[in-house]
């Protein structure tokens, strides 16, 4: 009943063979399997859970009063208010996750957790990063891939709509290693994560020119509120008091640990990637611990992978053409496939407004060395 996908090439010798026709999920469940991760919704029967926000009130109660306690702002865009926590402005939704986050999540050694901030990439990063650590069991050329008959967020479970319920932890629990996992959470959220002391998981964190990111997120969010005015989200964004937000803060906690340590943290950039999606999969390969064979790159299992995710592929996929971000989220999931570019923002905004964003994030990211060059 999938729909039947055009099949790129048929050189995937470059993976072991036998392996190719089993059931995933069985083989990755056997003891010492390690051939990637599983499509989060092939395992995942209830999706009310792929990223989406938890379908079940948190179990942990007390934290209602800590939530209706925090500072709140009204909701500009999107499906909830927000509540200021711990530096952050969080979707009220998600503070219990995050607070079950800090207190709860520990993190396998051999986990993957892709970060990002909304509309910076985090759809693109994390199909590449399945695709990358999925490829022995599936290789990109494949048609049987998952990427081919699912969104790319259905493939990886989010963090923060499942924590926080009981049901969702043990989902994610149960989920075979090695996990890759996506949030938008900003580090502090996720202590262990990256952990100075070592012993924790490894990040992937995507950023995006920030004008950009704005645009992105206006035509996101006015599937839901077509009123919405470019002018809000553009103000909402410059104050901090955007999901997530502020946006500079956000960047700053992955951008600190990932120069502190590389080995755990790896900070991608939109724009580069557009640049030379090969040359980032390849660095995201090594960051992950698989790196490709010198037959890998002789079959072409890098380029595979950039086509099989690139972003007029999978706009044209049925799984990405139908239905919505998630059950909560009322969003076509073609929203998420939108242009695909850098540089928008000089159709939406007045060059004054480019040039007052441009002065806040220079500002708040003064002397950490992290810039936005056009
Ligand atoms: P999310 O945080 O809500 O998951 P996210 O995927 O980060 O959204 O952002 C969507 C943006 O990534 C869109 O940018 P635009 O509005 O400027 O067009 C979308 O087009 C872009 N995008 C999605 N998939 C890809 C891809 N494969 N390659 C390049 N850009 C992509």
């Known amino acids: 009943s999938e729909p039947l996908q055009e099949q790129h090439s048929t050189t995937t010798t470059y993976v072991v063979v036998s392996i190719s026709c089993s059931p995933r999920s069985s083989m990755a469940k056997a003891p010492g399997a390690s051939l990637g991760p599983v499509p989060f919704a092939d395992v995942e029967a209830d999706s009310g859970l792929v990223s989406g926000v938890p379908e079940q009130l948190p179990e942990e109660h007390a934290d209602a009063d800590l939530v209706s306690a925090l500072p709140s702002a009204p909701m500009a865009m999107g499906i909830s208010n927000l509540r200021f926590y711990e530096g952050c402005w969080l979707p009220e939704w998600s503070v219990p996750a995050a607070v079950a986050l800090q207190r709860r999540f520990e993190p396998r050694r051999d986990?993957?957790?892709?970060?990002?901030?909304?509309?910076?990439?985090t759809t693109w990063v994390n199909a590449l990063t399945f695709a990358t650590m999925a490829r022995r069991a599936y290789p990109a050329a494949g048609a049987g891939h998952p990427l081919l008959r699912l969104n790319p967020h259905q493939c990886i479970p989010f963090l923060e709509g499942l924590f926080g319920s009981r049901r969702g932890e043990a989902k994610l629990e149960a989920l075979p290693s090695p996990r890759v996992m996506n949030t938008h959470m900003p580090l502090a959220m996720i202590p262990r994560a990256a952990a100075p002391g070592g012993g924790g998981c490894k990040v992937v964190y995507v950023c995006r020119e920030p004008k950009d990111m704005v645009v992105s997120r206006w035509h996101f969010h006015r599937q839901l509120h077509p009123e919405l005015a470019f002018a809000d989200v553009f103000e909402a964004v410059c104050s901090g008091a955007v999901a997530y937000g502020p946006v500079w803060d956000h960047m700053l906690g992955y951008w600190s640990a990932s120069?502190?340590?590389p080995d755990s943290v790896l900070f991608l950039r939109y724009e580069e990637l557009l640049r030379d999606p090969a040359e980032h999969v390849r660095a995201l390969a090594r960051f992950v611990g698989l790196p490709f064979s010198g037959a890998e790159e002789d079959a072409g299992a890098v380029h595979d992978i950039v086509k099989l995710c690139s972003f007029g592929h999978?706009?044209?996929?049925?799984?990405?053409?139908?239905?919505?971000?998630?059950p909560i989220l009322q969003i076509p999931r073609g929203a998420l496939f939108r242009k695909g570019a850098a540089g928008d923002w000089v159709n939406h905004m007045t060059p004054e407004m480019a040039r007052r964003l441009d002065e806040i994030v220079a500002d708040k990211l003064h002397a950490s060395g992290l810039t936005f060059h056009e």
């Open 314 to 326: 999978l706009k044209n996929l049925e799984a990405n053409k139908t239905g919505h971000v998630n």
């Open 111 to 121: 986990d993957v957790i892709v970060a990002s901030f909304p509309k910076c990439g």
């Open 259 to 261: 120069t502190a340590r």
